[in-house]
């Protein structure tokens, strides 16, 4: 009898429901903004994931009964600080970018009320709502389907919802000329910086990936293949779409739907987002949960956090990821209201994003790697090819904006908060490894004393 918890069918449909979402709603903006330069955002990051799909695809076929991903596949490189480095910067990203939520929502919620007391409110609830969440996602996976299929329906009639009115909208208002031929000022930063923001829209392939030994299939790459196609044409077609509604001032997603349906509008949207948040965040807990996994199974991190409770969950994994995430939600809400910060959680995107696309180079460079040493199956040469123009890309979208002096843009407070958040974040990793590694090496001496 098979234990996998999906076939390819299934795991196509949860690849897409868990990539498509919140990260798509809170950048979709950002990318209107840039008018017609948006296509060339839209182009760049679809090619970039275009190579994601393509070296993750190749790697889980070859290692199809591997937990952790990109983790996973440096273990063959033989390179124990190497590999923790990937592996605890590959589980970071998660308890990081799961703080983005609350932020984005009372920021939806601003427009409803400018009350801080009740948006402090709506933040306290989105806190015990997430614990909620955390103990649903210990009772096991074949259970958290059925949930995360419920809430996955109500996510997608709000989308589609979203995308009906941003039709009507755009047909109504005709504002495409005035969009493509209005120059903003846009400059060479922010379309990088765009660029690192919209790449959280196609954030989450790595992830499935990781889950790989939990899913029954033949070719891995017709999974993420038909998850790409499906993912990028949906996010054309919006942005096409959009670009026909006068933008001017628009923030924030919710106030498309306000635009119609006034303070009634954002209440289905904030409705929309909680439910997105029950099919995400347990989604997230699973997969993150088999990365931390990874670790503890060769003895980087704690042993303990690698059982299972009697449903065959890692619960004590998924409640180490919830208490980190617990942090950085209390982090990332203090920093922003102590030094009046506006759509801060746009900065807290920014610091996921340099986590998972410093992944993805590294994960390209393996796979290289493991290529001309012959340990995976021959890569084509169009294919290596689409590999190093990748990381190109990647490593050009990081240096400008880690380095805006580059493109004669100021260093502000934000590029000082990702760069020192996303270090700190990296801080904890090491310091739970040197503790693990200095226990090991206190047991390893009294037993040779012993002996």
Do not use: C
Not at 32 to 58: D, E, H, M, P, W
Not at 231 to 244: A, N, Q, T
């Amino acid at each position: 009898m098979s234990n996998k918890n999906f076939n390819e069918k299934s795991f196509t449909f949860f690849t897409i429901n868990y990539i498509v979402g919140f990260g798509f709603l809170t950048t979709i903006i950002s990318l209107v903004k840039l008018n017609i330069f948006g296509i060339i955002v839209l182009l760049t990051t679809g090619f970039i994931t275009f190579a994601v799909s393509l070296v993750y695809s190749r790697l889980t076929n070859s290692f199809k009964e591997d937990y952790g991903g990109t983790y996973s596949y440096s273990k063959k490189l033989n390179n124990k600080l190497f590999s923790f480095f990937l592996g605890w910067n590959q589980y970071m990203q998660g308890p990081i970018l799961a703080s983005t939520a609350p932020l984005f929502l009372a920021d939806a919620a601003s427009f409803l009320t400018t009350d801080e007391k009740i948006i402090w409110i709506i933040r306290l609830v989105s806190i015990l709502f997430f614990i909620v969440l955390v103990l649903i996602s210990t009772l096991g996976l074949k259970l958290n389907k059925k949930i995360i299929l419920i809430s996955a329906i109500v996510k997608w009639v709000i989308l589609a919802l979203g995308m009906g009115i941003s039709l009507y909208l755009s047909i109504i208002q005709n504002n495409f000329v005035s969009n493509i031929t209005t120059n903003n000022q846009i400059t060479t930063y922010t379309i990088f910086s765009t660029i690192l923001a919209f790449m959280y829209a196609f954030g989450g392939f790595e992830d499935v990936s990781s889950m790989a030994k939990d899913v029954k299939f033949n070719n891995f790459r017709k999974i993420l293949m038909i998850s790409f196609a499906f993912i990028i044409s949906f996010y054309f077609i919006f942005y096409i779409i959009m670009l026909g509604i006068n933008n001017s001032n628009i923030s924030n997603f919710s106030q498309i739907f306000s635009l119609v349906f006034m303070n009634t509008g954002i209440i289905i949207f904030v409705i929309g987002l909680i439910f997105n948040g029950v099919s995400s965040k347990i989604s997230i807990n699973i997969s993150t949960a088999r990365k931390i996994v990874a670790l503890s199974d060769d003895g980087y991190i704690f042993g303990w956090l690698s059982k299972k409770n009697k449903n065959n969950e890692y619960k004590n994994a998924i409640w180490f990821n919830s208490i980190i995430t617990i942090i950085s939600l209390i982090l990332f809400w203090v920093i922003p209201t102590f030094l009046n910060l506006n759509n801060f959680f746009e900065s807290v995107i920014s610091i996921g994003s340099i986590a998972f696309l410093l992944q993805y180079i590294f994960t390209f460079i393996i796979a290289l790697i493991l290529h001309f040493k012959k340990k995976i199956d021959k890569i084509p040469l169009w294919e290596i090819i689409v590999y190093i123009l990748g990381s190109l890309f990647i490593f050009a979208t990081l240096l400008f904006y880690i380095f805006p002096f580059i493109l004669n843009e100021k260093w502000t407070i934000n590029n000082t908060i990702v760069i020192t958040s996303y270090f700190g974040f990296l801080s904890i990793g090491f310091i739970i490894y040197l503790i693990v590694f200095m226990n090991n090496k206190k047991k390893l001496n009294k037993n040779k004393i012993d002996k």
